[in-house]
């Protein structure tokens, strides 16, 4: 089974804070993501990564940056943490190659994070 | 740009009934791929059913099954014989094909709720 965890269920920060987000997948997959869910909205890509190193934003990067060091391991953070990112945040991973099945994105729990 | 468009927020249906949710999407490509998620209260996001574009025929998973139509760009799921375990949140999603790290497009959400 493809699995994806995400380093915390629920996070709760303060104005200003750096907060770090990570996300690992067992799966070898080329490619991951970075979406956040808002009631209403759906989830919105943030940021993604197609390989180590490799990053290219998504439709919501203000105040998000990302880091990939290894091929597992995909990393979001917030520089300086603001009430506007309450939100839960899902992590996805797939393979790179096209094609309907290998396009399928699995998910990690998502972190529920609370910025006050 | 590509949008999926889920116009009913909120769908219920009664145990061992058939229920289906509605999904619109647009875009200007011939290839591309369509998703539905299910997302339970648990919050982890598993993939329900897939369908390639360029296949004409429905795409079946057991009790889950789809209408799409190409033309009209419409893309529903129906629910057969429904289950309490049925009752989660459930996203329509859209990749465009012909790239290796395809970025999924979501609706807004339906949610489902079962009735014993």
């Known amino acids: 089974d493809v699995k994806v965890t995400q380093s915390s269920r629920y996070l709760v920060k303060r104005t200003g804070e750096k907060v770090f987000l990570e996300c690992v997948q067992d799966?070898?997959?080329?490619?991951m993501f970075w979406y956040r869910q808002d009631p209403g909205l759906g989830l919105r890509l943030i940021y993604f990564s197609y390989d180590v190193k490799m990053k290219e934003k998504g439709d919501i990067p203000e105040g998000y940056s990302v880091s990939r060091e290894k091929k597992e391991r995909f990393s979001l953070i917030l520089e300086s943490a603001s009430t506007n990112q309450t939100s839960m945040y899902l992590c996805?991973?797939?393979?790179?190659?096209?094609?309907?099945?290998?396009?399928?994105?699995?998910f990690g729990p998502g972190t529920r994070l609370l910025v006050l | 740009a590509q949008t999926v468009t889920q116009s009913q927020p909120e769908m219920s249906v009664q145990e061992a009934e058939t229920v289906t949710l509605s999904c619109t999407y647009d875009?200007?490509?011939?290839?591309?791929?369509l998703f539905w998620y299910k997302q339970p209260p648990s919050r982890q996001m598993i993939l329900v059913i897939r369908q390639e574009a360029y296949k004409q025929q429905n795409a079946t998973e057991n009790r889950f099954s789809v209408n799409f139509q190409k033309a009209a760009k419409s893309f529903s799921l129906k629910i057969s014989d429904s289950q309490l375990g049925d009752a989660a949140m459930y996203f329509c999603a859209y990749i465009a094909g012909g790239t290796s790290y395809g970025k999924l497009t979501f609706g807004q959400g339906t949610i489902l709720t079962v009735h014993p």
């Open positions: 799966m070898d997959h080329e490619n």
């Open positions: 996805a991973s797939s393979f790179s190659a096209s094609g309907g099945a290998r396009q399928t994105q699995y």
């Open positions: 875009t200007s490509e011939s290839d591309y791929y």
